[in-house]
């Protein structure tokens, strides 16, 4: 298990909120696949799997006030998604 937090996605950049999760708890992803949009006052930006997995719980809501960066927005259990062993 690992944590999913938010990122800095630019020099500055305090907070963002999560607009929307693309996948549900527990849903299988691929590394790279998108799992979550994010804004920040100036852009929609992605979040995606850091790994063949799945989101096993998810800590931040979205439509939820602005997240600051580092704060732990979900739960991702890898190596259970398509193409794990």
Do not use: C, H, N, Y
Not at 29 to 41: F, L, N, S, W
Not at 56 to 84: K, Q, Y
């Amino acid at each position: 298990m690992s944590d999913i937090v938010m990122p800095s996605f630019s020099a500055g950049m305090e907070s963002a909120r999560v607009a929307r999760w693309t996948r549900r708890v527990g849903e299988q992803v691929a590394a790279g696949d998108v799992i979550a949009e994010v804004e920040t006052d100036k852009a929609t930006m992605e979040i995606e799997a850091p790994g063949d997995g799945a989101l096993a719980e998810i800590l931040w809501p979205a439509g939820r006030r602005a997240a600051p960066v580092g704060t732990r927005l979900a739960v991702f259990a890898a190596g259970e998604g398509p193409g794990a062993a």
